[in-house]
């Protein structure tokens, strides 16, 4: 853990206050958030692939399956979505004035 097992309800803390600010980030439609979402969501899929390959069968490959469909469908949602694409970019021309 090298030291980090002292700071643990700080860290919780920075990692609530960033994933905090990404939300925020996403509510006012900044593309900076969907990109770092997109991100996060391959991250969490490519965390769970060992765990669903080591997992027995049952209700833990159901969970570890449900969750990398749901990363993968909000991934692919924020990612490819015509309506997410066109949200984004009227916040970006709206804020700097090119209607």
């Keep these: ?3 980090l097992e002292l700071a643990g309800p ?8 960033g994933y905090a600010v990404v939300g925020w980030g996403l509510f006012l439609l900044y593309n ?3 990109v ?4 996060l969501t391959v991250i969490e899929v490519a965390a769970l692939v060992p765990k669903i390959s080591m997992a027995q069968l049952g209700v833990p490959i159901l969970w570890y399956g ?5 990363s993968v469908a909000i991934g692919w949602y924020l990612a490819q ?4 694409i066109d949200a984004f970019a009227h916040r970006h021309t709206s804020r700097s004035g090119k209607q």
């Design 1 to 3: 853990m090298h030291g």
């Design 10 to 17: 700080f860290m919780m803390l920075l990692i609530g206050t």
């Design 32 to 34: 900076w958030a969907r």
């Design 36 to 39: 770092i979402v997109i991100l």
């Design 66 to 70: 449900l969750q990398i469909a749901l």
């Design 81 to 84: 979505a015509p309506s997410v």
